[in-house]
Each structure stands twice: as C-alpha cells, then as structure tokens.
C-alpha cells in the first residue's frame, strides 16, 4: 500500500483519464481535475485494502461521480438564466391568445415542456416558446417526430417504435440524442439573450 501524500502524484493519469471524457462539457480541465483529486483523497479514506479491491478500481466511481456532479452544477446556471429570461418575455405577454398570435402559432402550440426522460427525470425545459418551436424545427424529422410524439402526445416508446419500424430502444436513443440537440440549441440561444 502507500501513503496518503502519494495518492495524488501516484493517480494523476487516472484523474486525467476520467476527466478527458467530461471534454465536451465545456468545463475547464484543470478544475475537473481539482474535483477529481479531492474525490482520489476521499476515497483513499474509505478505501479497505481487506476486501481484496485494487485502490483504482475503488477509486474510479468516486472520482468519476465526482466529476460528473460538477459538470451538473457547472450547466445549471445556464438553465436557469434561460429560464429567467423566458420567464421576463413571457410576462411582457399578457395573454395565452397574445402570445400565439405574437409567435404565429395555434393555441395549443403555445405550450411545450419539454421532459427528459432519463435516470435523472429532470426537467429541462424552456418557457419562451418561440425558442423552443425554431430549435425544434432546427432538428431532423423523425428526430422532432418521435420527440413530439412521446412529449406532447405521451405516446410511449414501444408505440412509437412500433408505429415507426424499429426496436424500442433505437427510439430511445433517437430521443436522447433529440433531447441532447434541443438542449444545446436552447442552451446556445440563453447565452445569446
């Protein structure tokens, strides 16, 4: 085994290795890096060299989730000021018929939340429903397809899969990679207001 000041200088390529695939969340690396090393020094603590488990292998999920989590915290702020942004719109709208007729859309258009449907259940929506109808559109068409049809019509994916010809979890992974597109469309349209 070895000692506790040497875990740092020891696992650096393990801390590196991990952070290089968090690359394209636009975090900064070396801040990754400050995470991963005090999620290393954690789970130095907790680690049991009893059970018979190499230090790395023990080591990888703490600084793994680690790194994760701070991703996560990094991109709220921009949810949130994009949701602030929408919401002062919104407000300069005083009615439903106001609005659809200011976007040019029917009534029932007007209102689009849109809902991720992972292991997170988060909602990563957009109020401004202009936004969010031109990065829909901005999207391929059996992509929006599918992401309207489970969203707003909350047909379920085996329905959607059935009706379109493919296995449920092709539209599964159709719809991600959909949620995933309109995320940054509406992530790159926040930071522009």
Not at 32 to 46: F, N, V
Not at 170 to 183: F, M
Request: with cysteine.
């Amino acid at each position: 085994m070895f000692e506790r000041d040497e875990v740092v200088t020891k696992f650096k390529d393990l801390v590196f290795f991990i952070a290089k695939k968090f690359r394209s969340r636009n975090v900064d690396l070396e801040d990754l890096a400050q995470e991963g090393y005090a999620a290393l020094m954690a789970s130095y603590d907790r680690y049991d060299p009893s059970f018979g488990t190499k230090f790395i292998t023990f080591a990888y999920p703490w600084v793994y989730s680690a790194m994760q989590t701070y991703c996560e915290s990094q991109a709220e702020p921009v949810a949130i000021a994009h949701r602030a942004a929408c919401q002062a719109q919104i407000a300069a709208r005083t009615t439903p018929d106001a609005s659809a007729s200011h976007l040019g859309v029917p009534l029932i258009e007007t209102s689009l939340t849109v809902v991720q449907r992972d292991q997170t259940d988060q909602v990563i929506a957009a109020i401004d429903h202009r936004c969010v109808w031109e990065a829909l559109e901005s999207l391929p068409a059996r992509d929006r397809d599918i992401l309207l049809k489970h969203v707003v019509e909350e047909h379920t994916l085996q329905a959607i899969a059935t009706d379109m010809g493919f296995s449920r979890e092709y539209a599964r992974q159709i719809l991600v990679r959909a949620l995933g597109k309109l995320r940054r469309k509406l992530a790159t349209k926040a930071s522009a207001i």
